[in-house]
């Protein structure tokens, strides 16, 4: 370990007077009066001339463009680098113990205090003196930058970068590297000398050999956080990190180990054998994985497309569920992409978001909203209190969302056949939005968004006329994924919708060309043996397996999934025949895949559709499997649809 010496800022150093000669020698060619002209090369956004060779090298605070004042650094405001810590002045007390200095340090609350605190050393560590700059990070750097730009001003804080720069080579590994994570962390340019000369002497020491696990995960974290990474610097730590003993890493180093291979595999290097490895430790390590390492992992997870790692991303996917209420807005996001990348659905994660949802609502990001409700979207979860709290959220910051955001909070309300208690508020604030922002809306969001609507029986009649409108056709065709099959039919089933249940519509139609002759059916697929079960009852009641037709096409686009006809005193007919048929049932074999996960609620697309039929003259008979899943045998199966079908005859003999 190195020793920073500083007295009055007068230099202090175990350096040759050759040596201290040269640094005078330097910092008076730094050296500007205040009258005398800035240099032509002289720029807007310099931070400090910190060093020369033989002319001046500037550095730049990345984000910030505010002019400083350039005033050099002088021999006066140097602190230098003294041997090592045995052969310092410590035994004569003009230096502070370590863990005191921390403790004071950990105190501190700004720079200037910190600067003050400094300045009252007369010898400190390289450790300290890197704990400091780290220390300074953390206060000075918010979400928008720099939050004091003068701080790089400071005398003091332009002596230990000078010394930092010139004796980099004689620093202790966590100081150099702790030193380069601040200095990156305050947007210092990674161009500059100070920069250069830090991450010049990291890398001959990574080319040595002489970084410890830690040390390269310190490296990495510092690399990763650069604008331009160098792939080949993170492709020699990875190398590195191979010959360490993976099982007694911490979780720290685990988590940079997966952070480095993201962007590494990105470059299409390939680290199989270590990824196995990783994801092997990695699993007996998860119950002391923080929140943010959870995130980190699963994140990594996903950009590697590890789906084969499925007992480490389960044993993840469950360890998170107790980190929900303190996870980060980002934080959580990765958790959700994760969940819906992997398949996974845990039930006491979703009942952990009901609880945190709900009571964050307000202050949580809209982007991360928006995911929960993607979340329960795709996983067909009809999570009331989460649906309520986001339309109460909706009623409030509707305004402040964007577009996207607007789509992505409604949309799952209608594909999942919902609306909550505020719905009459919910859909007059969705309308004022629509009226005052139409045009920014993407076409396919937009329809995506009406869509949903009519779905849960609300009717955007104002907006339809611009969606059949050619010139809003031409635009949906234009943009991907085009007028596909999907698209088409949330055209036809919105133009059918205003045909049955908006008779006064009077606006555009929708021309033939762009309706589907059957609207797919994705989720409508009818549970196969749940199907076979209903139509062996129904063959042992009817008799005859010519009287009920399976899977019907219907000029309406809707196919059923059993119909029945009768004639006008109630008799079954042929299901071949045309004439004298008076009535039509649709049975409707409604399993699993039609409704909500865990729920008796149908899903928005199978409520329209018995909706639609009845409105088309079919009388519908819903058969669910919630009904039917105990009924043992056929016989008990046919009184089943006996009582369902034909209640008025039900009991009476044949």
């Not at 994570?181 to 890398?203: F, G, N, R, V, Y």
């Not at 604008?227 to 979780?251: F, G, H, Y």
């Not at 044993?315 to 107790?322: F, G, I, N």
């Not at 929960?372 to 996983?379: A, D, G, S, T, W």
């Amino acid at each position: 370990m190195a020793l920073i010496s500083r007295k009055s800022f007068q230099i202090y150093s175990s350096t040759t007077p050759a040596s201290r000669s040269a640094l005078l020698t330097l910092s008076k060619r730094l050296n500007f009066t205040r009258g005398q002209q800035k240099p032509q090369n002289y720029s807007s956004v310099a931070m400090r001339i910190l060093c020369v060779k033989d002319k001046p090298q500037y550095m730049f605070c990345r984000k910030k463009h505010a002019q400083l004042q350039m005033q050099p650094l002088s021999v006066n405001e140097t602190v230098h680098l003294c041997g090592d810590i045995e052969n310092s002045t410590k035994s004569k007390n003009v230096w502070m113990d370590e863990q005191l200095f921390f403790k004071k340090l950990n105190d501190l609350c700004t720079s200037e205090e910190i600067f003050y605190f400094l300045s009252s050393l007369e010898v400190m560590s390289d450790t300290m003196a890197s704990g400091a700059l780290q220390r300074i990070s953390e206060i000075e750097v918010g979400d928008n930058g720099l939050k004091n730009p003068g701080l790089l001003e400071n005398e003091v804080f332009r002596a230990l970068c000078f010394q930092f720069e010139f004796e980099s080579s004689k620093l202790s590994n966590t100081g150099l590297l702790n030193a380069l994570q601040a200095l990156i962390k305050l947007h210092i340019d990674p161009q500059s000398t100070l920069m250069a000369s830090l991450l010049s002497e990291s890398e001959e020491r990574l080319g040595k050999g002489q970084l410890t696990a830690g040390n390269l995960c310190a490296l990495g974290e510092s690399l990763l956080e650069l604008e331009s990474p160098s792939c080949a610097t993170l492709e020699q730590i990875v190398n590195r990190m191979q010959e360490k003993d993976i099982e007694k890493w911490s979780p720290q180093e685990i988590v940079m180990v997966y952070k480095i291979l993201q962007v590494t595999v990105r470059e299409g290097k390939k680290c199989q054998k270590l990824l196995n490895r990783l994801n092997s430790v990695t699993l007996h390590t998860v119950s002391l994985l923080s929140p943010n390492f959870t995130s980190v992992i699963l994140n990594s997870l996903v950009v590697l497309r590890k789906t084969g790692a499925v007992p480490l991303v389960t044993a993840l996917c469950k360890h998170s569920v107790k980190h929900v209420p303190y996870f980060t807005d980002h934080e959580l996001v990765n958790v959700l992409e994760a969940f819906l990348y992997f398949g996974q659905k845990v039930q006491i994660f979703t009942q952990a978001l009901e609880t945190h949802v709900p009571k964050s609502i307000l202050t949580m990001h809209p982007q991360t909203i928006s995911k929960v409700m993607e979340y329960c979207c795709k996983k067909m979860i009809l999570s009331k209190p989460i649906f309520d709290a986001v339309a109460e959220g909706f009623i409030s910051n509707a305004d402040r969302l964007s577009t996207d955001q607007v789509a992505a909070y409604i949309i799952p309300f209608g594909t999942l056949n919902y609306l909550p208690p505020s719905a009459s508020s919910l859909f007059r604030k969705l309308e004022t939005v629509l009226h005052t922002r139409l045009r920014d809306f993407k076409p396919h969001t937009l329809l995506n968004l009406l869509h949903s609507c009519v779905l849960i029986q609300r009717y955007p009649i104002n907006f339809l006329p611009k969606i059949f409108s050619p010139y809003f056709l031409q635009k949906l065709q234009a943009q991907p994924p085009g007028l596909n099959r999907v698209v088409m039919s949330q055209l036809t089933q919105l133009f059918l919708t205003v045909t049955l249940e908006c008779p006064f519509y009077e606006g555009p139609k929708l021309l033939s060309k762009y309706q589907v002759k059957a609207f797919p059916t994705p989720h409508s697929s009818p549970d196969v043996y749940l199907f076979k079960r209903v139509k062996t009852g129904l063959l042992y009641l009817l008799k005859k397996r010519i009287y009920f037709a399976s899977e019907v096409s219907t000029p309406y686009f809707y196919a059923i999934d059993i119909e029945i006809k009768l004639d006008e005193e109630g008799f079954i007919l042929p299901a071949d025949q045309l004439e004298e048929v008076h009535r039509r049932i649709a049975l409707c074999v409604d399993g699993q895949n039609r409704f909500c996960a865990n729920s008796h609620n149908l899903l928005g697309e199978e409520a329209i559709k018995q909706r639609h039929l009845q409105l088309l003259g079919y009388e519908v008979v819903q058969i669910p499997f919630f009904e039917i899943e105990n009924v043992q045998n056929t016989r008990k199966m046919a009184e089943y649809l006996h009582k369902k079908i034909f209640p008025c005859t039900y009991g009476l003999s044949n």
